[in-house]
């Protein structure tokens, strides 16, 4: 033992102000936990540097303090758990990446420190690395800079000079090595063997005391040997310096230990009873292994080496139908289970409602309140804003947009699980989530920030994602059902490769079979006739219903009875007319044409055991929003109308082939032209990965001032206002900087370009300033909170502004909206030549102008600069929108609108999907109006239009429809309306028989009816409180 007093610093960085190092797991709890045993064990208090404290300054100073203080009889100990440099600093918290000679702790002067430090014994451990790397304790920086640091000591040489008689220094690695954190322990590799070694574990204990010879033998030994994660990492840890027979006291865990209530890391095995120790209640893991019997090894690698229940930030890129679902439920359900919040993201309201609908039924009846917010009329959103929920399911835009308007969600939620995260690159929606994720990653800094689960289809080259996302990687390339997928020539040969890589060919289907044969119907027929469910994907809407009518007739399948009877007998459109003839032959279509109801009969009907429909005609849209796997895909085109499809688009539509439990394996055909366009297709396709994941920020067309408007809303913002330097820096924690930065490309946008965008959004009326600081207007705090981009809202803005204070009425609003670049819709723009387009857009005017639509708007949604039809399009939607939304029958708006189009094709365009779009922002219109508008009569539009846009139906039965709780559909609206029966009070009135008879003779719909009615009429009764108060007495 040694004589004399015990000092000691411990230093643990888990964050860093700086965005790009990567915020580690257990730096913190390193120093913490060696600076609580060391305390307990020599009983006077060391000190423990963390985090934002962990200033190069403060760390200099510390140490020059236990030089004054220090003895040659003392014992020191002096531990770092961090982030090292590859060119040998430690990195402190203000350390800048560009300027760390500066900034950071360079090793020459720590030693030069340390050196000074008077001890007859002085420990150093150094859990951290130098080697570069971006999944170890290490800087993420570009390789550029190096060569100007030359002569530069290697971190093996520095610390070689601490070393000596009575000094030992114990770093992690080597040089060129990496340092990791270990889940399982909850620990630095180097840290949790030292703990071990100190509490006497591993035999090192002689005499009731603990050699300090043995205690880094047995350190140096175990760190060696372990293999770390899921790749079986190795590091090898380095020792310099000679203790002689000094010894240490065996270590217990005293008061300040028990005083950081550690728990311990949570592992499990295949067995969901393995789980029990975790605090998920039992009733929920027997639900579980009755419905999937047990933990797949995806599951268990996301727990035992993600550390997925311990609150670590896990990515999973792995195939579809390999239980990714299921890892988000996992930590869900462990957060609830600890009084937490959970919440899932999803990228449309069909994947929401079909999930939600599973949580409730599946997680119901053990009181987990589940809720949904998509933008509909049925929305949750009020439980969302109040915390009265324990799951909720939401689209990426419903809830970023009330994020952005209610930061403080945020604080209440434990763990956000984001499906489909590979949206992230999409130029639409990928900004969005990115801005998402990068409030999420600043306020880990500042605060407390959830837990976030991203779960993905296989991602190319996903590290670099994970290591932004601060997450741990889980990849899995196999699936459970395996997939052949290949190419299929004219004539019939089918050449794939298995899971394993090998590559075979087969003559799969007979020959051309005369002139007009379509080898993608003889693929079809062949596959169906082996008794298989089939998906075929075709690269347009008009081609995936031409060629299900097409094998409707040719198959002659038997007719899918159960879905036909469910499909709408009244207000059914030319869509619906053409899906009931398809369905006819066993054979569907699904294209986002299709309504709500549609989809999901189809969706529910194709996924049941002997469904009666046999083929499912799409487009790509079904394999990017849709849980829909079948036995085989056929594949027809490969192009969009600008650009070829991704791979990651094509492995997507590929693996709905193979479900789990139905079929041994799954089979995916592209459909080729023979020769080189077969060869292409298998090399492009086929044997290719999938591209690596991209900023959306990097595309050309991103918008700046979106991302700078956004820089307004997250953790720069004090008080509303915000500064230049304030944007920079939230620009440059996204991922966008961060792959700019990282392999050596100029600044994401520079602050001049920053400075410059901020002018313009000044002067447009976004943004308004004072002495260098800036706030967003109500428009601005639009475009952030709404989703509406800055041309939408700038061109919204400036119609309503010049619209009498008598002319803002529904007319005027609909058209209003469609001046919106969000709901452009392709659809709408067919003409049928010069002469008719200048016939329909007189005729169109005409109608405009008889619907009281104000001049200043019209005039705006009738410019057609670029003569490509787009004003005729605005209008279209917005008669179409008009129509819907006073309760007219949908065949009657088609043929009203073919009637003025006069087209061949007969083509409208959706109708309740382009006013469901539009009842989707016609608020935030309403919104935008009263701001520029302020002396406008609005009426009762505000609190009407949205819900008439959305069912389309008649203004009386907006207050049924508020209080029905979605469970009417737009045909039970129309029946009463055309029975007389269009309000609250003529409801009532009625004698039950004949809103009976309005509803098709359904009681139960005719009590919910009713009940509505009586709730909206008890509503009405309770009055305005302002008109029930006493006038004033002053």
């Known amino acids: 033992m040694v004589d004399g007093r015990f000092h000691g610093l411990f230093v643990g960085l888990d964050n860093y102000a700086a965005p790009q190092f990567k915020a580690l797991n257990y730096a913190k709890r390193d120093a913490a936990v060696l600076h609580a045993l060391f305390w307990d064990a020599f009983d006077e208090k060391p000190t423990l540097v963390t985090d934002a404290d962990a200033t190069k300054d403060r760390l200099v100073t510390e140490i020059g303090h236990l030089a004054s203080v220090s003895t040659d009889d003392d014992v020191v100990v002096l531990t770092y758990s961090g982030h090292g440099t590859s060119t040998g600093e430690l990195a402190t918290y203000d350390a800048d990446p560009d300027r760390l000679e500066a900034t950071a702790l360079r090793l020459e002067e720590f030693v030069r420190q340390v050196e000074t430090v008077r001890a007859r014994v002085l420990i150093v451990a ?22 100007s640091r030359g002569g530069l000591e290697t971190a093996d040489r520095a610390l070689s000079r601490v070393s000596g008689n009575g000094r030992v220094v114990l770093a992690a690695s080597t040089a060129h090595e990496k340092a990791f ?25 002689e005499n009731n005391e603990i050699p300090v010879f043995k205690l880094a033998e047995y350190v140096l030994r175990k760190v060696g040997e372990h293999e770390s994660g899921v790749v079986k990492r190795r590091q090898t840890p380095s020792f310099g310096g000679n203790l002689g027979n000094l010894s240490l006291p065996v270590f217990r865990k005293g008061d300040h230990y028990e005083e950081l209530k550690l728990g311990s890391p949570i592992s499990a095995t295949r067995a ?29 690698d996301a727990i035992n080496h993600a550390a997925l229940l311990d609150g670590n930030n896990v990515l999973v890129s792995a195939p579809t139908s390999s239980g990714k679902t299921m890892v988000g439920e996992l930590a869900a359900l462990h957060a609830v289970a600890h009084g937490r919040k959970a919440v899932f993201l999803l990228p449309s309201r069909a994947l929401v409602n079909e999930l939600y609908e599973r949580f409730e039924e599946t997680y119901g ?30 689209t990426y835009e419903k809830f970023i947009g009330l994020l952005f308007s209610r930061p403080e969600l945020l604080d209440r939620i434990g763990v956000i699980v984001v499906d489909e995260i590979q949206s992230l690159v999409l130029p639409d929606r990928g900004p969005l989530l990115e801005i998402l994720f990068t409030w999420i990653r600043m306020r880990r800094v500042t605060g407390n920030s959830p837990q976030i689960v991203g779960l993905s289809a296989v991602l190319g080259e996903p590290q670099e994602l994970a290591w932004w996302l601060n997450a741990d990687l889980v990849q899995v390339r196999e699936r459970e059902t395996p997939l052949l997928e290949g190419v299929v020539d004219p004539s019939g040969r089918y050449r794939y490769r298995d899971q ?9 289907v007979g020959p051309p079979e005369g002139a007009r044969d379509d080898l993608a119907t003889r693929l079809v027929r062949e596959l169906v006739g082996q008794g298989q469910q089939v998906i075929v994907f075709r690269g347009r809407r008009d081609l995936a219903r031409s060629f299900a009518a097409r ?21 059914s459109g030319r869509l619906t007319d053409l899906l009931r003839d398809c369905l006819g032959g066993g054979v569907a279509f699904h294209v986002s044409d299709l309504n709500e109801q549609e989809r999901r009969l189809l969706e529910r009907s194709f996924k049941e055991a002997g469904s009666e429909i046999r083929v499912v005609v799409a487009t790509t849209t079904l394999a990017q929003g849709v849980n829909l796997p079948a036995d085989a895909v056929v594949i027809c085109e490969l192009d969009h109308p600008t650009a070829k499809y991704a791979v990651s688009e094509y492995k997507n539509m590929a693996g709905r082939a193979g479900r789990t439990g139905h079929v041994a394996e799954g089979r995916s055909f592209i459909v080729t032209r023979g020769g080189i366009d077969t060869e292409l297709k298998w090399a492009e396709y086929v044997t290719a990965e999938s591209e690596p994941v991209r900023s959306a920020l990097l595309e050309p067309s991103m918008d700046l001032r979106t991302l700078v408007l956004s820089a307004f809303t997250g953790p720069a913002v004090t008080a509303g206002r915000t500064s230049l330097a304030a944007v920079t820096r939230f620009i440059s924690w996204t991922f966008g900087a961060h792959q700019s930065g990282a392999r050596g490309g100029r600044e994401l946008f520079s602050k001049k370009d920053v ?9 447009a009326g976004f943004l308004s300033s004072s002495r260098g600081e800036y706030t967003p207007t109500r428009l601005g705090e639009i475009v952030v909170q709404q989703g509406l981009s800055v041309d939408s809202v700038l061109a919204i803005a400036e119609a309503l502004a010049a619209v009498p204070p008598d002319g803002m009425n529904r007319m005027t609003l609909i058209c209003a909206a469609h001046l919106a670049v969000e709901l452009e819709d392709t659809r709408f723009s067919k003409n049928s030549g010069h002469r008719n387009k200048n016939k329909e857009d007189n005729s169109l005017r005409r109608a405009l102008e008889q619907q009281r639509a104000a001049e200043p708007v019209l005039r705006k949604l009738m410019a057609d600069p670029g003569r490509r039809g787009e004003g005729l399009a605005r209008a279209r939607r917005s008669i179409a929108c008009l129509r819907w939304s006073t309760g007219i029958p949908l065949f009657r708006i088609e043929r009203e609108l073919t009637e003025v189009q006069a087209l061949t094709t007969g083509e409208t365009g959706p109708v309740a999907q382009t006013a469901q779009r ?22 009762d539009l505000p609190d009407v239009l949205s819900v008439q846009l959305e069912l389309g139906i008649v203004k009386g039965l907006v207050p049924i429809a508020r209080h029905a709780d979605g469970a009417l559909t737009r045909p039970v609206y129309l029946g009463l309306a055309r029975n007389g029966l269009g309000t609250v009070d003529s409801l009532l009135a009625a004698e039950t028989s004949r809103v009976l008879e309005s509803v098709g003779g359904r009681r139960e719909i005719a009590g919910i009816v009713l009940d509505a009615a009586w709730t909206a009429r008890a509503e009405a009764e309770r009055g305005d409180l302002a008109m029930d108060l006493p006038e004033p007495e002053d």
Do not use: M
């Open 918 to 939: 539009t009842a989707d922002i016609i608020d935030t219109v309403i919104d935008i109006g009263r701001h520029v508008n302020p002396a406008a009569d609005f009426g």
């Open 181 to 205: 954190e270990v889940h399982e322990f909850g620990h630095g590799l180097l840290t949790y063997y030292l703990v071990e070694g100190l509490l006497g574990r591993g035999n090192v204990i």
């Open 126 to 147: 150094l859990d951290c690395c130098f080697s570069g790397g971006a999944l170890a304790k290490v800087l993420r920086r570009p390789e550029e800079g190096r060569a």
């Open 365 to 394: 009846t053990f009181a987990v309140r589940t809720i949904r917010v998509t933008g509909e009329l049925r929305d949750q959103v009020r439980d969302l804003l109040t915390g009265e929920f324990e799951l909720a399911v939401c």
């Open 500 to 508: 394993d890589g090998t590559e075979k060919t087969v003559q799969f």
């Open 755 to 763: 400075r410059t965008v901020l002018a313009d959004l000044e002067e």
């Open 551 to 571: 094998l409707a007739r040719e198959l002659r399948l038997p007719p899918a009875e159960t879905v036909l009877d469910g499909l709408p007998r009244s207000d």
């Open 272 to 300: 969901l009873s393995s789980l029990k120790s975790s605090g998920i209640p039992a009733p929920v893991l027997r639900l579980w292994k009755d419905r999937i019997g047990r933990l797949n090894q995806l599951q268990v």
